[in-house]
């Protein structure tokens, strides 16, 4: 993850992008993406959605999109020093507490 990171750094570095990689730009661009992976979902049925992926051409613009959403989510995690993966460990822990499995004694304390 880090690497990732890293290559994504040296290349806005390279191009002289970080002035624009602010937190809200970096959002917005995230919200983009998001929804451009949505636009290819829009109109499936759940069973089409299950098989996007046999479609290579499909599959493509899933893949490119999945990889531009993770992109801008990284950037942003590094703008502004979040550890992507320890907030999600964070919040599965959390959830895992909000959320207990039921009748594994959790829910009623015992």
């Known amino acids: 993850m880090a690497e990732l990171q890293r290559r994504l750094a040296e290349f806005a570095a390279a191009r002289n992008w970080q002035p624009y990689h602010t937190p809200k730009n970096l959002v917005s661009a995230l919200s983009v993406e998001a929804s451009e992976l949505v636009e290819i979902f829009q109109w499936l049925t759940p069973e089409q959605s299950a098989r996007v992926m046999d479609d290579p051409g499909t599959a493509h613009r899933v893949t490119d999109e999945?990889?531009?959403?993770?992109?801008?989510?990284?950037?942003?995690?590094?703008?502004?020093?979040?550890?992507?993966?320890?907030?999600l460990a964070a919040k599965i822990e959390r959830n895992e507490r909000r959320f207990p499995v039921p009748g594994d004694g959790a829910a009623d304390g015992t």
């Not at 999945?66 to 907030?87: K, N, R, S, T």
């Open 66 to 87: 999945v990889a531009d959403v993770l992109a801008y989510l990284l950037q942003l995690c590094e703008v502004l020093g979040i550890d992507p993966l320890a907030a």
